[in-house]
């Protein structure tokens, strides 16, 4: 069964903690032979009873005495082994329940923008918290309770057959209808409950989903459509749960009904095998106890097994992510870049997402060192794109990208990672303080640096005056602070790392003039010495740009100087049209020949 599988690989977690894990076992195994003690040490007491008139009264105290003893030593025993399994299993839960949760969490982190552009974010996050919670439990009930009812019905129920074979039978009969019947229920609820769990996890997307856009919500007067969504979902999940609900409660009462007839049973062939002299008075007895002992067992075991069944979609969700793979892997070789000029070269690189047409076409250029780069074009002509393969996000399909010489797919992610900082459109703040952003691309940071830096991004002085200056936590994506605020300190946060390789994704385009223009001399600062990538649809920021890649349709249409495009009157110069005036396009393009008579004196 496919639960089976799954369980097999959860315990397999464990692995990294054999030792623990073996030494639980060991004391389980201990409990489940105490247990298996307790029923036959009161059936030996009874059966002194029986013949306590025929037996001197110092022979009868005196075996008395020790069966008492020894049921104390038993029961001592029995509490001291399941105190160690108890406090050692919640210790070793909760240790790999924070482990599987940190391995899930950075190998998540790792993979590229094609998984995270697939996956909803709530979805990710509860298959993590879920995922997680599901393997703590599973851990803490498999050595609190299941390992020691599968070894007192694998181990343990065989001795019976030799204490009283007939009466053995018996419980063996009782086990292997309680396994018949809760198999019969598994096979009639997987698919149902596997359906039920795909519906809570789709349930919970649309609640976060709705959370996120709550002000989209508001805004269209959405909360009746979301609250009739939310019903219609949890319709469709309640007629897909209840009627696994009702298995598993027919399971109950049959179980139920399983442990009368089991004690009914042994009551009546021990009352037969003690007339015809083959089992005395102590032997029914203790096989009374033996018989509610494995039924108690066998009922846990069966609501584990609900449980586990209930989980499997979770924990196939769990292990899918955890196993993906990612689709720009690092090479086994793979070396750490040495960036020496920071030279980039694209070489006829083609690409195409998974699912789509081609976006990228032949794009073939050079930046050298401490040129500035930009890329225009209407919006999917493939500027985006290009940076993200510079930052190996994507792998192309066809063509090379090169640093300095070195292959990106020839180096370790993390060092290339490293040599590129980027300042994007969404400033995209963690929900940390002001000083934990700032730090992102350089942790070791001193304060005068980031202040350094804050000053010449014009961020300082609106930072000192937040509550507690920067130690002001930003909330979710910077909710507390304005668009031009977030984009000031992510400019800061790109001075603060220093990189040899910088992008530009619209570094200002949620600032006013004013504060655009002061922020210019910072940007120069930034970009002098480095390789720079400027991506703009407001033309008006590239008009110091060494070089201006055209796009159009995942090719670059043109190339050139601003003036130099402008005078081909081609694409470059519409797009520069439509974002002017008739008149001041007229005065742009009068004002070249000058422009460029200035550039050659």
């Not at 069966?67 to 509490?79: K, Q």
């Not at 020839?410 to 290339?416: F, R």
Request: hydrophobic share 50%.
């Amino acid at each position: 069964m496919r639960f089976l599988q799954v369980y097999a690989r959860v315990l397999g977690l464990l692995r990294a903690e054999a030792k623990v894990a073996v030494a639980l076992a060991i004391a389980n195994l201990a409990i489940a032979g105490f247990q298996f003690l307790e029923p036959m040490l009161f059936g030996w007491v009874i059966d002194l009873l029986s013949r306590s008139a025929s037996l001197p009264r110092n022979a009868l105290w005196t075996q008395a005495t020790q069966l008492l003893g020894a049921w104390a030593g038993v029961g001592l025993s029995s509490i001291g082994a399941g105190i160690l399994v108890a406090l050692c299993a919640d210790r070793l839960a909760h240790r790999r329940r924070l482990d599987v949760m940190g391995r899930f969490h950075a190998h998540v982190l790792s993979l590229p923008l094609a998984f995270h552009g697939a996956s909803h974010t709530g979805h990710v996050m509860r298959v993590l918290h879920g995922g997680s919670e599901v393997l703590f439990g599973l851990w803490l009930d498999f050595f609190r309770e299941q390992l020691s009812a599968c070894l007192a019905v694998i181990v343990l129920l065989p001795l019976t057959l030799l204490l009283n074979w007939r009466l053995g039978v018996v419980l063996v009969v009782l086990v292997v209808a309680f396994t018949t019947m809760t198999t019969f229920v598994i096979r009639r609820t997987e698919a149902k409950q596997q359906l039920a769990e795909r519906q809570h996890n789709e349930l919970a997307a649309s609640v976060q989903d709705s959370l996120t856009n709550v002000a989209v919500v508001q805004s269209f007067g959405m909360h009746q459509d979301e609250r009739r969504r939310f019903g219609e979902m949890a319709a469709r999940l309640v007629a897909t749960q209840f009627p696994v609900l009702g298995w598993w409660a027919f399971a109950t009462v049959m179980g139920r009904a399983a442990s009368t007839c089991a004690v009914f049973a042994i009551i009546v062939v021990g009352t037969l095998l003690h007339v015809e002299g083959k089992a005395d008075v102590g032997e029914v007895v203790s096989f009374m106890g033996l018989a509610t002992l494995l039924i108690g067992r066998l009922e846990s075991t069966m609501w584990f097994i609900a449980r586990l069944l209930s989980r499997v979609p979770m924990l196939d969700e769990y292990f899918r992510m955890l196993d993906t793979r990612s689709s720009v892997p690092e090479a086994p070789d793979a070396c750490s870049l040495p960036v020496t000029s920071g030279e980039v070269c694209f070489e006829n690189v083609c690409f195409a997402y998974p699912t789509g047409e081609p976006v990228l076409r032949g794009v073939d250029f050079a930046a050298r060192r401490g040129s500035c780069v930009a890329l225009v074009g209407q919006t999917g002509a493939g500027k985006s794109t290009t940076m993200n393969l510079l930052q190996r996000m994507w792998d192309p399909r066809e063509g090379h990208i090169t640093i300095d010489g070195h292959d990106l797919r020839d180096v370790t992610l993390e060092s290339l990672h490293h040599s590129i900082g980027v300042v994007f459109q969404d400033s995209m703040l963690f929900n940390r303080t002001i000083r934990d952003n700032l730090r992102v691309g350089r942790p070791d940071a001193t304060q005068a640096e980031i202040e350094a830096a804050c000053r010449m991004a014009e961020a300082h002085d609106f930072i000192v005056r937040q509550p507690e200056g920067y130690d002001t936590m930003v909330g979710e994506r910077g909710t507390t602070l304005s668009g031009g605020q977030k984009q000031r300190l992510a400019i800061a946060r790109a001075l603060l790392k220093n990189p040899p390789i910088l992008i530009l994704d619209e570094a200002t385009s949620a600032l006013d003039a004013a504060t655009e223009a002061k922020l210019s001399k910072a940007l120069r600062v930034l970009m002098a010495g480095r390789t720079t990538f400027v991506i703009a649809h407001r033309l008006s920021t590239i008009r110091d740009a060494d070089e201006i890649l055209v796009f159009d349709n995942g090719r670059i249409a043109e190339r050139g100087c601003f003036e130099d495009l402008l005078l081909r009157n081609g694409l470059f110069a519409e797009l520069v049209a439509s974002q002017l005036t008739p008149a001041e396009s007229a005065a742009a393009l009068a004002a070249v020949p000058r422009i460029l008579a200035e550039a050659a004196d």
